[in-house]
């Protein structure tokens, strides 16, 4: 017989609807969910992972890929007639600022503020430096330039006015890096400026409008730069 009509029938515990697939009661139910759940649970555990796996890779890659060139490192000697630069953890012969640049810099008034002077990467002839003038407790003009070792031009790709003074530190491609100091910073022997310091700032060469970006210290050189002040700091203490 054909029934047209939603009929209803509980039989041993099993709800029948004419027309329809019987439904499983309670206990049957909970019998067919768990081995889905199960399944679910080993999908997502797989999924979390893959995606550990990967994220660890990425960060494996953009470690090696992130590399900082230092240059070489400025050095205030007294002894020297001029500025120079010297080569950074490792021999080499320094560079002395051309008579000519030396001469342009101190008519200006400006003192070489750079602590680590990265080289261009097109170009190794071109180092870049940062000075400071007419400096007083709240302000500085601030400078950076491409420096020509070759012939001594002294080209200034940013300038400001503002409360404190910039240091080249290091170069990431064509990112120069730079610490934003304070006018007035003295923090100590033991300062680590990857491990430490939180105002660091960046000048793309690739873009045009060379403004300062806020620049990401990669977690390798934070890390690296703690270990060293936990050093310096332990061997004060012995």
């Not at 889905?36 to 890659?61: C, L, Y």
């Not at 001469?103 to 261009?120: K, M, Q, Y």
Request: glycine content about 6%; some cysteine.
């Amino acid at each position: 017989m054909k029934y047209y009509s939603i009929l209803a029938t509980i039989l041993t515990g099993t709800v029948v609807l004419s027309g329809c697939a019987p439904v499983a009661a309670p206990n049957e139910q909970e019998a067919m969910r768990q081995p889905v759940e199960q399944s679910v649970q080993e999908e997502t555990q797989e999924e979390e992972e893959s995606a550990a796996e990967e994220s660890e890779e990425t960060k494996e890659e953009t470690t090696e890929e992130r590399e900082i060139e230092f240059g070489y490192r400025y050095v205030a000697d007294p002894g020297d007639q001029y500025p120079s630069f010297r080569p950074y953890n490792e021999p080499g012969k320094p560079i002395l600022v051309n008579e000519s640049a030396a001469a342009e810099l101190e008519e200006r008034g400006e003192t070489i503020e750079s602590f680590d002077v990265p080289f261009d990467p097109k170009n190794d002839s071109i180092m870049y430096i940062s000075t400071s003038s007419n400096t007083n407790l709240e302000k500085s003009t601030n400078k950076i330039y491409a420096y020509n070792t070759s012939n001594g031009d002294l080209d200034v790709i940013y300038e400001e006015e503002a409360g404190h003074i910039l240091r080249t530190i290091g170069r990431e491609g064509s990112k120069i890096i730079i610490m934003v100091d304070g006018i007035d910073n003295s923090p100590g022997g033991c300062f680590s400026i990857w491990g430490s310091w939180d105002d660091i700032q960046y000048i793309d060469l690739d873009e045009v409008s060379n403004d300062l970006q806020e620049y990401t210290v990669p977690q390798y050189m934070i890390d690296e730069g703690k270990a060293e002040q936990e050093e310096c700091l332990a061997g004060l203490v012995q």
